[in-house]
């Protein structure tokens, strides 16, 4: 599966007055920055929706106007909605010594962060991808990264997340960050990606 994105698209909020529109539909930003679009369609046309805070007001005849909105107006209006929102997704890197399992310092340390903001997240889904340099063979590689995220997999056991909501995967040297030449040493590709949704 590709990047997990998670974009919160739409809301659509009936009116309670005839003078109003029977259907709002407005478009939020994304959590990732990606670009997201929405078509919205009735029996008497179409309106595109591809920047945030737009907006497309379906009236009772089916009749659309589209326009831009305020973001602080868009907040208020479905204040109860957003809140109610699921937190995003979160992708968070942790990087390894080389030939090892051992987290450097620094990954060390922003453990304890990424285990905070899980211990957020009611009910996490986790998937931990093991990765490593060129630096040994392919089939040493691919258990490497294996054991790597089994490793962080037990880090994140130990801090609370169930272990039935995380899923490992190794991909070996397959999917470098920096592309090298065959054993050649590269801090950034030796990693465990963290995805939680």
């Given amino acids: 599966m590709g990047a997990l994105v998670w974009i919160v698209c739409l809301i ?106 899980m211990s957020r997240r009611p009910a996490p889904e986790v998937i931990v991808i093991g990765h490593t340099d060129r630096v040994d063979t392919a089939a040493f590689n691919d258990a490497l990264s294996l054991k790597r995220a089994e490793h962080v997999k037990l880090l994140l056991i130990e801090a609370g997340v169930p272990a039935d909501s995380i899923s490992v995967s190794g991909r070996g040297e397959r999917e470098p960050v920096v592309a090298t030449s065959d054993g050649k040493a590269e801090q950034r590709n030796r990693r465990v990606e963290i995805r939680v949704r």
């Avoid at 309670?16 to 259907?23: I, M, V, Y």
């Avoid at 369609?41 to 179409?46: C, D, I, M, R, V």
């Avoid at 479905?78 to 051992?102: D, H, K, R, S």
Wanted: no cysteine.
């Fill in 12 to 117: 659509a909020a009936i009116s309670q007055h005839n003078s109003g529109p029977a259907e709002r539909i407005t478009l939020l930003p994304s959590q990732d920055g990606r670009p997201s679009a929405v078509v919205v369609t009735s029996a008497k046309g179409e309106a595109v929706l591809d920047r945030p805070y737009q907006s497309a007001a379906v009236d009772r005849s089916q009749a659309i106007s589209a326009g831009a909105e305020n973001a602080a107006e868009v907040r208020a209006r479905y204040a109860a909605t957003l809140a109610a929102l699921p937190q995003g997704a979160a992708v968070f890197t942790v990087y390894f010594e080389t030939g090892t399992e051992n987290l450097i310092p620094e990954s060390a340390a922003r453990l304890a962060q990424i285990k905070a903001d």
